[in-house]
């Protein structure tokens, strides 16, 4: 069974630039979710998605970020414009259920802004 | 807001012993605790999930414990290898958010 996929793996940007990250969840999982982890620190949740809606979107800052699923299945995670304390690994994680599921994460996406 | 804690933040172990990694978190009502480990530069490995009804989950060498009403979680290691050392985090669920500490970093020395 293939896991989740995310691309790309590094980006390094200069501040004020745009930026995006995708992520195709396991195959059948109808949960997805972005996270950010900054260095030393445990993840810390950005978007969660219900098939195609965003359930929980309260921690992300929507000034200068986005994100979508528009099929309910692969994901979007836009920045823009960037700043220097987006630097971070972005990472993306699926579940095959809403309350008790097992949470699968990809390898992440490291970004650089400088 | 709950908030969950690791300690300690660093471990180094020789090889071959037993050893525990704790966890606690301050609000009760969960619904769930996975524990992970992270390698450098890489995602996040599942190692074991216990449902809130469930006081323990055991995978290989791997066992980890919940107490709720105490806000607890154990992952025990047994034999410890090299290939242990990572770092190990642990994730509540309580509602519809997940919460992580910031995990504990674990060498084991050969």
């Known amino acids: 069974e293939a896991g989740v996929v995310q691309s790309p793996r590094y980006k390094i940007i200069e501040k004020k630039q745009p930026v995006a990250f995708w992520c195709n969840p396991i195959?059948?999982?109808?949960?997805l979710y972005w996270y950010r982890q900054n260095l030393g620190q445990g993840p810390e949740l950005l978007i969660r998605?219900?098939?195609?809606?965003?359930?929980?979107d309260s921690q992300l800052p929507k000034d200068r970020f986005s994100a979508e699923r528009l099929k309910g299945v692969d994901s979007t995670l836009k920045i823009q414009p960037a700043e220097l304390g987006d630097s971070a690994v972005y990472l993306c994680?699926?579940?095959?259920?809403?309350?008790?599921?097992?949470?699968?994460f990809g390898p992440g996406t490291r970004l650089t802004v400088t | 807001k709950q908030e969950v804690t690791q300690i300690p933040a660093a471990l180094s172990v020789p090889e071959g012993e037993n050893l525990v990694l704790n966890c606690s978190f301050t609000?009760?009502?969960?619904?769930?605790l996975q524990w992970f480990r992270q390698d450098p530069g890489k995602g996040l490995t599942s190692l074991l999930l216990?449902?809130?009804?469930?006081r323990e989950q055991t995978s290989g060498r791997l066992n980890a414990s919940l107490d709720k009403s105490s806000g607890r979680s154990t992952l025990y290691i047994a034999a410890s290898q090299p290939g242990d050392s990572a770092t190990y985090l642990c994730a509540v669920r309580g509602g519809n958010q997940f919460y992580f500490g910031t995990g504990t970093s674990l060498t084991v020395i050969p």
């Open positions: 195959s059948g999982h109808n949960t």
């Open positions: 609000d009760s009502a969960i619904y769930n």
């Open positions: 998605y219900e098939n195609e809606e965003a359930v929980d």
């Open positions: 216990i449902q809130s009804s469930q």
């Open positions: 994680a699926s579940s095959p259920e809403r309350a008790s599921g097992e949470q699968y």
